[in-house]
């Protein structure tokens, strides 16, 4: 299964295969434009993620931690000189190994799908979801092998 964001739709689809299981209103952070860059930015990174950590109740509900800053936001960050060589090697090996990649960088961190409502752009960056939306969503998240998002 994979999930598609599709941040000028704020759309979000839940694909078995070919097979469209559920599709909803996302909310985006609060400047949706343009990729994520910087811890602060306010928007939503874009990419192939996966989940990397599952909180059944999180500041506004049930949450789904995504791998960001994946491989090409950290090679992007070190040619901008966001962040150094060392920075940019523990993200790739993190990755690389399966473990949710450092959060506390240059470049922001948690990056969740969560609840707390779709109706306008009011994240830090993150994806939100009204409830009814991720009861059709959370159950399935060990299942979810990748959570893609474009403009």
């Not at 299964?1 to 299981?21: F, P, T, Y």
């Not at 949706?32 to 599952?54: F, H, N, S, W």
């Not at 240059?106 to 009861?135: F, K, P, V």
Request: some cysteine.
């Amino acid at each position: 299964m994979r999930i598609v964001i599709e941040k000028a739709a704020r759309e979000l689809s839940l694909w078995d295969g070919e097979q469209l299981l559920h599709r909803c209103r996302a909310a985006l952070g609060r400047e949706p434009v343009g990729a994520k860059g910087q811890e602060g930015d306010g928007r939503t990174p874009e990419g192939v993620y996966t989940i990397c950590l599952v909180k059944e109740q999180g500041k506004y509900g049930r949450s789904l931690g995504l791998s960001y800053p994946g491989v090409q936001d950290a090679t992007r960050g070190l040619a901008q000189g966001r962040i150094d060589q060392a920075t940019h090697d523990v993200i790739v090996d993190r990755l690389a190994q399966g473990m949710r990649p450092p959060w506390g960088t240059a470049l922001g961190g948690e990056i969740y799908l969560h609840e707390g409502g779709s109706e306008t752009d009011w994240t830090q960056g993150c994806i939100a979801l009204n409830q009814e939306d991720m009861d059709a969503v959370f159950p399935l998240w060990q299942q979810i092998t990748e959570v893609e998002i474009r403009a």
